[in-house]
Structures are given as C-alpha cells and as structure tokens.
C-alpha cells in the first residue's frame, strides 16, 4: 500500500470539519454559542489527534519581515517553528488560559 496524498488527507480532514458542521448544526439542546464553543472544541480534537485523524502541527509562520518590524517598533513577534498542538481541546475548556 501506498501513502495517502496531500489531495486525499486534506479532503479527509475538510471532511471532517464538514461533519462537525453537520453534527453541530442540527444540535437541538444548545444555544448558538454552545454550538460555536462545540465546533471549536471538536477542530481542535481533530488538530490534538483526538479523533479518527491522525494529530497535526500547528505551527506559526510569520513573513520573514515581521520580526524586524516588531523589533523596530518596539512589539513583539511570533517566532517560526514551535508547534502549539497539542492538548488545545484541554486548554479551550479551561477559563484561565
């Protein structure tokens, strides 16, 4: 067996998201927030690899300018290469995060 491609594993995952809409959409016993709240909760299961996907990076990638910018203006920037998946379904549900 072959390796799924690019095309294959992002129709996979879009079709997930799609199946959360569906789910979410037709929830009969939530507010729209909590459908929001749901649907956000369960893309960032599927980012975590807490679904039937396998997890994801996730990953800033700031235009190469943007940090001289911000040190020029004296703000802060987003640094390249650090993968903030992982447990974000957790960190979603707790209020002081």
């Given at each position: 067996?072959?390796?799924?491609?690019?095309?294959?594993?992002?129709?996979?995952y879009l079709?997930?998201?799609?199946?959360?809409i569906d789910y979410w959409a037709i929830e009969p016993k939530k507010t729209c927030r909590e459908k929001l709240e749901g649907?956000?909760?369960?893309?960032?299961l599927i980012i975590d690899g807490e679904s039937a996907l396998p997890a994801f990076s996730l990953t800033p990638i700031p235009h190469p300018g943007d940090r001289q910018y911000c040190i020029d203006n004296g703000e802060r920037w987003w640094p390249s290469g650090?993968?903030?998946?992982?447990?974000?379904?957790?960190d979603f549900v707790k209020e002081d995060v």
């Open positions: 067996m072959s390796p799924y491609t690019l095309d294959e594993m992002r129709k996979m079709d997930m998201i799609r199946a959360y649907l956000a909760f369960s893309i960032l650090i993968d903030i998946a992982g447990g974000l379904h957790e």
